[in-house]
């Protein structure tokens, strides 16, 4: 079922603008891996695993964009858990880049289909949820402090059965 947005490119905006936020991140994660290796790896996949539950659910990415991840069982920022779960599928070849040379080796072959993973469902889903968006029960709202109305409406992933519909149904960034 096609939707039909008022401001479609607006939406592929903040899609866009999500992306350039973990762009950001990853950079971050890429001059530490590269100048500090291997203890830069290591400091890399902990701010990876950390970076979404900092600032109140705000990665310096994030920070730099506008946005925030909020949890979906509360609608508060995102927990340190919750940000370890979310991070992942980029956190899992990263770790593995730490065992040199076949670490390296699987961590490559690894990264791609998980990347692309992440990408296809961030731009297909009509909510815009990445992977580990669902692994974690989070979503990634535009951090307007004005709205906190937003961070208390969203649905859970795994309480659906309240309003009888899927969160693959519902529009959130």
Known sequence: MD??????????????????????????????????????????????????SLYGGQSVGKLLMGFAVISLEDGKPCSTKQSVI????????????????????????????????ELYLLFKLDSAHRLGDVMADTTVIANDPNRA???KAQESWFQTEQKNMSPVNSTRL
């Open 3 to 52: 939707r039909k947005y008022l401001l479609k490119s607006s939406i592929k905006t903040a899609r866009l603008a999500r992306l350039l936020a973990k762009s950001v991140d990853l950079f971050i994660i890429l001059i530490l891996s590269m100048f500090f290796y291997p203890f830069g790896l290591i400091l890399a996949i902990f701010y990876l695993a950390f970076a979404d």
């Open 86 to 117: 979310r991070n992942l599928p980029i956190i899992i070849p990263l770790a593995f880049a730490v065992i040199p040379p076949w670490g390296i080796i699987f961590g490559m072959i690894l990264f791609p289909p998980l990347i692309l993973l």
């Open 149 to 151: 109305d937003i961070r």
